[in-house]
């Protein structure tokens, strides 16, 4: 079995918080890294911080197709409405 960091690409700390664009988040607290929605991501567009740590959605690859959200056991990714 592929450890889920090494099918991540990663950010850094002076990467871009996502902006308006972004339909969907990671909930850290209930995420079990388990790689279900990298794995389902057809663009790529999941990326962990230093250590696979912080999940978060890529922006600029991100479709809001909804795969990731479907393919999460836990809820962790969940669509995220601008306010």
């Not at 592929?2 to 990467?15: A, G, I």
């Not at 388990?34 to 990326?47: L, S, T």
Request: glycine share 10%; hydrophobic share 35%.
């Amino acid at each position: 079995m592929q450890d889920v960091q090494d099918m991540l690409p990663l950010f850094d700390s002076e990467s871009p918080d996502p902006g308006s664009g972004v339909s969907y988040a990671i909930d850290i607290d209930r995420c079990m890294h388990c790689g279900d929605c990298v794995r389902a991501c057809p663009f790529g567009a999941i990326a962990a911080g230093p250590m696979g740590r912080a999940l978060r959605i890529l922006e600029d690859r991100c479709t809001a197709c909804g795969t990731c959200h479907e393919a999460c056991p836990t809820g962790a990714v969940y669509e995220h409405r601008e306010r």
